[in-house]
């Protein structure tokens, strides 16, 4: 009896690591695939103003630089933030608030293609 069990237990410790290895040995996709230096050095004042603080209305400061943000900066909040799949679900909803209150929302709309217009 003892003996079938130590198979059983050899038998279910083979078959997990046969099932798990595959999934551990696929590369993991990074939270935010496409930060670059270049968004890295753009979006955190962006970021730190306007969506690190839950706020009922955004701050002047906020839409002013949500406003005077170049292509390169609202394609990497879009890419990395606001329609990044890992994160969209909270994101999303949230960054839309902040760009309808502040009066950007076209220009943030990331058009489903996680690119800035």
Known sequence: MAYVNKVSAVAAILFFAVAVAPLLAEPQTPMFPKMDPVCASLIPNLLEKCFSTVRETPTDDCCSDLKSATTTQVTCLC???????????FTGPYSAGITTKCGVFDKYSCNG?????
């Open 79 to 89: 890419d990395n933030y606001i329609a990044n799949p890992a994160v969209v679900n």
């Open 113 to 117: 293609s996680s690119n800035g217009t």
